[in-house]
């Protein structure tokens, strides 16, 4: 993606000084590349993307169309998953709240819920017994020991009797079939994936089950720009590297089963972080007591990435550009810590254009009705513009309330 003085003049005239582009090749090229690395090892794999880093309507229909799962955690992303032409039976709904009504139909449609607490395994039993005619599929989440100093809140223990509990209605319920076992992590380092791994292998030899499918969830490190790589204390594995660590396990263990299920991962920023770049304009640019300060309209809530300076790239845009030491660039809120990159070196004008690179995880999805509502996203991918989402209006953000 390619961006220059010329197509930003043009996109300001139409959709304003602040916007998000997309870039669904790449993402697509993402996902196939992900894919084809634990494919290699383990061949019998499939990629369940995660909703909740970004789920863009576009990007969502891409990971349907390309066959890969709809991994959502509320009703309200399984109605996006739905409106985007995902079969229920290819949605995997997580999570530890599920609405009971909407949790119900899903389950009578054929979608499959992982059962994540001893209250939702109860209310599953009820829906079993109120719908005998149907099959029903079911997967449990599972947290044990990586080794990562996180004790996860998601799953049941495997040590506990809760967890027996489940196995057990899993298996011997008539109309439930087991279908998954699901873990959950959150840290991205790769020294826990073989961990995560093993402890699964580990508990399907303990259990005897070996379920159509095995998902050990997400937690990778996407594809970054130098600068922000440099800024990890961590080495930033590539997808080959996580493959390795983790399918290799897998493909050991399942080589002289008579039985090879289906190995499934649930990636979000691996695959979308540098699918998406937001552009502001510098509104001002002031000097408070020795130290330089540019205004953007945009803001940090826009790229959702704190701690770090994010990759940027400043398009001249016919001003007359001074050269600059340690200046922030802070965002149109009134929050102190609003800080979009600090200590920046190097020219600047007023109008000039600031591009924000590896912002598409939890940037939109994250974004709150704060101060002012959120900017177009727009595809650029093609030789005319798409409008993935408009502006908002005051309206959108407004109607809701009683004046």
């Given at each position: 993606?390619?961006?220059?003085?010329?197509?930003?003049?043009?996109?300001?005239?139409?959709?304003?000084?602040?916007?998000?582009?997309?870039?669904?090749?790449?993402?697509?090229?993402?996902?196939?590349?992900?894919?084809?690395?634990?494919?290699?090892?383990?061949?019998?794999?499939?990629?369940?993307?995660?909703?909740?880093?970004?789920?863009?309507?576009?990007?969502?229909?891409?990971i349907n169309e390309m066959g890969g799962y709809a991994e959502v955690v509320s009703e309200m992303e399984l109605e996006i998953a739905r409106r985007v032409g995902c079969?229920?039976?290819?949605?995997?709904?997580?999570?530890?709240?599920?609405?009971?009504?909407?949790?119900?139909?899903?389950?009578?449609?054929?979608?499959?819920?992982?059962?994540?607490?001893?209250?939702?395994?109860?209310?599953?039993?009820?829906?079993?017994?109120?719908?005998?005619?149907?099959?029903?599929?079911?997967?449990?989440?599972?947290?044990?020991?990586?080794?990562?100093?996180?004790?996860?809140?998601?799953?049941?223990?495997?040590?506990?009797?809760?967890?027996?509990?489940?196995?057990?209605?899993?298996?011997?319920?008539?109309?439930?079939?087991?279908?998954?076992?699901?873990?959950?992590?959150?840290?991205?380092?790769?020294?826990?994936?073989?961990?995560?791994?093993?402890?699964?292998?580990?508990?399907?030899?303990?259990?005897?089950?070996?379920?159509?499918?095995?998902?050990?969830?997400?937690?990778?490190?996407?594809?970054?720009?130098?600068?922000?790589?440099?800024?990890?204390?961590?080495?930033?594995?590539?997808?080959?590297?996580?493959?390795?660590?983790?399918?290799?396990?897998?493909?050991?263990?399942?080589?002289?089963?008579?039985?090879?299920?289906?190995?499934?991962?649930?990636?979000?920023?691996?695959?979308?972080?540098?699918?998406?770049?937001?552009?502001?304009?510098?509104?001002?640019?002031?000097?408070?007591?020795?130290?330089?300060?540019?205004?953007?309209?945009?803001?940090?809530?826009?790229?959702?990435?704190?701690?770090?300076?994010?990759?940027?790239?400043?398009?001249?845009?016919?001003?007359?550009?001074?050269?600059?030491?340690?200046?922030?660039?802070?965002?149109?809120?009134?929050?102190?810590?609003?800080?979009?990159?600090?200590?920046?070196?190097?020219m600047l004008a007023h109008e000039d254009a600031i591009v924000i690179s590896n912002c598409g995880s939890y940037s939109l999805v994250m974004k709150p009705p704060f101060?002012?509502?959120?900017?177009?996203?727009?595809?650029?991918?093609?030789?005319?513009?798409?409008?993935?989402?408009?502006?908002?209006?005051?309206?959108?953000?407004?109607?809701?309330?009683?004046?």
């Open positions: 993606m390619r961006i220059d003085k010329y197509m930003i003049e043009k996109l300001r005239v139409e959709y304003g000084d602040a916007f998000y582009l997309l870039d669904s090749e790449q993402f697509q090229n993402n996902f196939k590349e992900l894919k084809r690395a634990f494919s290699k090892i383990y061949p019998n794999f499939n990629i369940a993307y995660s909703y909740k880093t970004n789920y863009t309507p576009k990007f969502c229909r891409l079969r229920a039976a290819r949605i995997i709904w997580n999570g530890p709240i599920k609405n009971e009504k909407i949790a119900e139909e899903f389950m009578c449609e054929g979608g499959t819920i992982n059962i994540d607490n001893i209250e939702e395994l109860e209310f599953i039993k009820q829906v079993a017994a109120r719908h005998e005619d149907k099959m029903l599929t079911v997967g449990i989440r599972c947290n044990y020991e990586v080794g990562d100093g996180v004790v996860s809140r998601f799953g049941f223990d495997t040590e506990s009797e809760d967890f027996v509990q489940a196995v057990r209605f899993a298996t011997t319920t008539k109309n439930v079939k087991l279908i998954n076992f699901q873990a959950h992590f959150a840290k991205r380092q790769i020294e826990y994936w073989p961990t995560r791994a093993k402890g699964m292998v580990a508990l399907i030899d303990r259990l005897g089950i070996i379920p159509e499918r095995i998902d050990i969830g997400g937690g990778l490190f996407g594809k970054m720009a130098d600068s922000l790589k440099a800024q990890f204390t961590n080495e930033i594995p590539d997808y080959d590297a996580y493959a390795q660590a983790a399918a290799t396990i897998f493909a050991d263990y399942f080589k002289e089963k008579y039985k090879k299920p289906e190995l499934v991962i649930e990636p979000g920023s691996a695959i979308v972080g540098d699918c998406m770049k937001f552009v502001g304009t510098v509104k001002n640019i002031k000097n408070v007591r020795g130290k330089y300060i540019a205004t953007v309209l945009g803001s940090q809530k826009n790229i959702s990435m704190s701690g770090v300076n994010p990759p940027i790239d400043i398009i001249a845009m016919g001003g007359v550009q001074k050269d600059y030491e340690n200046l922030d660039f802070v965002g149109f809120t009134c929050i102190e810590g609003d800080v979009l990159y600090h200590n920046y070196n190097g101060i002012l509502p959120n900017f177009p996203v727009l595809d650029i991918c093609e030789a005319k513009p798409q409008v993935i989402k408009r502006g908002e209006t005051f309206d959108d953000l407004f109607q809701t309330y009683n004046f």
